[in-house]
């Protein structure tokens, strides 16, 4: 698909008008191939065409396009159904030879039906579940007088400049007219539940904030210090800001500790349904001041990953990749308990895990999409004979 | 049971497909389905065979998913594969559902006419793509303002929205489709206008 990629892309240049001189040669090669190319290209470059042709793209489905869309997918899967069952019954044919063995046969038969049946059961249960399909990019900012702005899902980044605040493309946050931020302002940005955002700070650090977490920092940074606050998690690759000989430091306080940094890249994990405060360093290192009593402050590097509690504090050398990346829309386990993986699902699909029994002790290792839809991931689980399944909101382990 | 068990898994869409999830099946579908319908359609015209001819690519896609390595090729075989069940409904009123699936065929081996309608499927969807960007919001209020003419006051009591929302949705509206579609191609902001309209 790369080349057809290109012409693409060669063609959406051509009707916008801007090709380049070697683009428009580009241009020109391909469509001398075949005069089939010189129609389409003809084609597209009349407005009306190419409308017409939008309008058709747009209304493909005909009327009724979520019953449309249903139907396909009911019918794909009828036959696919059809495909396997086929195949199973051949398994069940049996030879004349096998003559002696008929009644063990149909005991066996017996409970071929029986279980099919059972799994025929599951199925159509299954059928009626509906998928939930993953988190994405949502927040909420929230302005030192109250007000909250829902952001934008079709971008993914904010960043505050001279008391405005701006999408990664340039759009404004806020439309004109409305009061403008002023630099001694707090503001927060919340994401939710299945959501993920990026926040550049006035001073050009850039923070990934995780599902479930928050950011409260101030519009400009003034004093000596550059502080912020965060609950849940945290991505932060830190800008070292050098003035006049000075260096400032930059603070990230969370539960049970504060971190600080001159630049450096690292991942700070502090959600209130975990005991300890995870930090990763990534890159150069951190100064980490825990707040249970009796505690000294600690340096981390690069490679190395603190849990501090409130009774204490260890430290270990990690792959940190696995601890960012979520930031690169994956999920990363490495012997992770079962209880812990639930945990991160729970938080990018917004549902919640109800344990029917007891907490599968298996470890899990491995990377996996997140952008799957949320059956998708379930049944890459069950393949490892964990039983999960989705009722409504929750996802129920047997 | 209760055992301790360690569990290797390393899964992308293709590996779900791989090992047979539904699921990641109705995934493609979802990405995929309109312009596979658009392009069966530019094949066969009837659009109940089109339909038809999509189901029959899926459930052939189904049966070759060990095969895929990239999301690419999954692409590039759903075009190939509805091309010649087109071809062959054509030729025998779809007498031959069952035609024999050469996995070496690929884009590139397509006749130019099958290959141009290809391309121009992946035109459309491309600029469908940057125009189904614009969030429902601003969809709305920009339609409400522009094509039935209402004021800031009826728009606000219709929608629900307080009258800065409504500003705001409009000017962002603008802004993205001035960002979206440079001022040199007036007519191309017709075709976004005439999409918002379809729209509801």
Redesign the interface.
Known sequence: MKKTDRVVYLLRRHIEATLTEEEQLELDDWVNISPEYRHLLDTVSDPKLLLSALVDFEEVYGENESGAIKRTKRRIKERINKASSTKKTRLYRMRWQQYAAVIFLILIAGVAVWEVNGVRKVESQSAVVTDIEPGGRKAVLTLADGRKVTLREDQGSILLENGSMHYADGSTVLADGEVSIADTDFVSVSVPKGGVYQVVLSDGTEVWLNSSSQLRYPARFAGSTRAVELKGEGYFAVRSLNKGGRRYPFVVKTRQQEIEVLGTQFNVSAYTDQREVVTTLVEGSVSIMPEYTSANAFLLKSGYQSAVSINGRSIRQVNTSQYTAWKDDLFYFKNTSFADMMKQISRWYDVDVIYKGKVPKDTFSGKMSRSLSLMTVLELLNLSSVNVQIKGKSVVVN | M????????????L??LR?G???????I??KH???L??FA?SIVKK?EIA?EV???S??KL??HRETFETS?SV??FLYVVIKNLGINYIKSSYASREYDYELTET??SLD??A??K???????????DEVS???EKQREVFKLTYFEELGTEEICEKLNMSA?AV??NR??AL??LR?V??E??M??G??VL??LL?KH
């Open positions: 209760g055992k301790f068990r360690p569990v290797q898994i390393d899964h992308s869409l590996d779900a090992i999830s539904e699921s990641a099946l109705d995934t579908l979802k389905g309109r312009k319908l658009y359609q659009p339909e999509v189901v029959d899926m459930v189904w049966e690419d692409s590039a884009l590139e130019p006419d290959y141009a290809i391309v121009r499927t992946e035109l459309l969807q491309s600029i469908y960007k614009l969030p800065p500003f705001t000017f962002r802004e993205s960002l579609f440079k040199k191609n007519w191309l017709l075709v005439q999409m379809s």
